[in-house]
């Protein structure tokens, strides 16, 4: 996300943006692989966009987006995280991008 700070205060950044903009967000897990240090999640978030959320106003209206995480773990903790979220995805339906 547009100014998002690196490591565990990026990650910080980017669940209060989310809860920010949208309260009711969730994430449901659809699918998940470990394989060795690595766990890959693979999912939805849903939520209604009741506040401001990368600088533009709310819309009222909810979302579902997909979304793949891959975690890498040293010692039982999250050393690493990646994820991909379908932004452009989330914008048209928030009507901020074109469809």
Not at 7 to 17: D, H, N, P, Q, T
Not at 18 to 41: N, S
Not at 51 to 62: A, K, S, V
Request: with cysteine; proline share 9%; net charge negative.
């Amino acid at each position: 996300m547009p100014g998002e700070p690196p490591g565990i205060a990026g990650f910080r950044y980017r669940m209060g943006a989310l809860a920010h903009g949208f309260p009711d967000f969730r994430f449901t897990t659809e699918d998940a692989v470990v394989e060795g240090d690595r766990i890959a999640t693979r999912g939805v978030l849903t939520g209604t966009n009741t506040g401001p959320f990368m600088g533009l106003p709310p819309t009222g209206r909810p979302v579902r987006a997909s979304y793949i995480d891959v975690i890498r773990c040293v010692d039982g903790k999250a050393a690493e995280h990646g994820v991909q979220l379908d932004v452009l995805g989330l914008m048209q339906q928030l009507g901020h991008a074109p469809a």
